[in-house]
């Protein structure tokens, strides 16, 4: 799943998707994971539903995600 689909549906600025984007693409390469892995929506929802809570560092947010997702 990309994350970009699921960010057409939300009211993020231009800075807001980069920051964003750029979170989910630290995870993917942290965790080592292909874009068609079933682990990414998962991965993806938390990283904008970590955005929304103001979080705007790309840094922050992907380590956030990792950490609360669980994945291994």
């Known amino acids: 799943m990309a994350i970009y689909r699921l960010l057409q549906r939300q009211a993020f600025g231009p800075e ?8 989910y693409e630290n995870a993917l390469v ?18 904008i539903e970590i955005a929304q809570t103001g979080v ?15 994945i291994p």
């Open 16 to 23: 807001d998707v980069t920051a964003i984007c750029a979170a």
């Open 56 to 70: 705007r560092d790309p840094a922050m947010i992907c380590e956030l995600a990792i950490k609360e997702i669980g």
């Open 30 to 47: 942290e965790l080592k994971l292909e874009r068609t892995d079933a682990r990414t929506g998962p991965l993806a929802k938390r990283i």
